[in-house]
């Protein structure tokens, strides 16, 4: 097993040419990653693709890493995300892809290379599911969407 502090990562027999995932600046917490696309993909208005990155990850039990939109695409094209955030498992060994959709109002290209979305890797916690006939009291309670106000 590898160290939690490291992710271990293999390029694609095609994304020898592609950046390895980057921040953006020093203190960001995502990795930009990017398009491992042969020709323009052309996103039409309300359609999804299924985006590969050229990536494949290997990452420590007890985390994950999950995919999030790039905020510039979603301000200025209505590009995102559509499971956001996507989840890449640690048991995972596939090559890294997002699923893009156009809400803008025009068709979007994506070429080889272009940043499509960011990488976040986090701990998370492991745990037993253990079924009961009733759960414990809490002060909310069932009070659901809104309950708390605006």
Do not use: C, W
């Amino acid at each position: 097993m590898h160290s939690p502090k490291q992710l271990l990562i293999s390029r694609t027999k095609n994304a020898g040419d592609l950046p390895l995932p980057s921040r953006g600046s020093s203190m960001a917490a995502g990795l930009d990653l990017y398009a491992n696309v042969n020709e323009t993909i052309y996103i039409k208005t309300g359609e999804r693709v299924l985006v590969p990155t050229g990536i494949r990850i290997a990452l420590p039990f007890g985390f994950e890493a999950q995919i999030r939109p790039r905020s510039g695409l979603a301000l200025k094209h209505g590009i995102t995300v559509l499971n956001s955030p996507g989840t890449i498992d640690a048991d995972y060994r596939g090559e890294v892809s997002v699923i893009l959709i156009n809400h803008g109002h025009d068709t979007f290209m994506v070429n080889r290379g272009d940043r499509i979305a960011q990488m976040v890797v986090n701990k998370i916690e492991m745990f037993d599911l253990v079924e009961v006939s009733e759960l414990p009291d809490s002060k909310r309670g069932a009070s659901g969407f809104g309950s708390s106000g605006i």
